[in-house]
């Protein structure tokens, strides 16, 4: 992957083994759209996280189920989009947050990304989010 315009996508099984060859390729894609070590890191937590959240949450019927990657670098940014078969359930803010260990992986994914969304339906979860190459 070069700085130009390029797109690829990749389709996992719904297991925690995965993990590890998405986040190679977040960073080999992170690495080859140029940004610096401290962003890449950024970048690739933030891709395991969601690819975490795809198998955990989003994948109804187990290891039966697949994960979609799609990585793509533009001169202006890289993009990332997951897509899982389940049913996207927001999180809602109790008294004891502060106490679980849990749940928090989209306000970890926010904090590392320029941009984020999701979006459901009923075939899945998509979240998209970029890091922009330049700041803002």
């Not at 975490?52 to 989003?58: D, F, T, V, Y």
């Amino acid at each position: 992957m070069s700085v130009s315009a390029h797109n690829r996508t990749w389709i996992f099984t719904s297991k925690g083994e995965c993990l590890s060859a998405i986040r190679s390729l977040a960073e080999d894609a992170a690495q080859a759209c140029g940004f610096d070590e401290k962003i890449v890191f950024a970048i690739k937590v933030a891709i395991s996280e969601a690819a975490a959240n795809a198998i955990e949450h989003g994948s109804p019927k187990g290891e039966e189920d697949t994960i979609q990657v799609e990585i793509s670098c533009s001169i202006d940014d890289m993009t990332v989009r997951i897509k899982d078969n389940g049913s996207f359930q927001r999180k809602k803010a109790t008294e004891n947050d502060h106490l679980s260990t849990r749940g928090r992986g989209i306000y970890l994914i926010t904090a590392l990304m320029d941009s984020v969304s999701i979006q459901e339906s009923s075939a899945g979860t998509l979240i998209s989010m970029s890091k922009n190459r330049l700041d803002p």
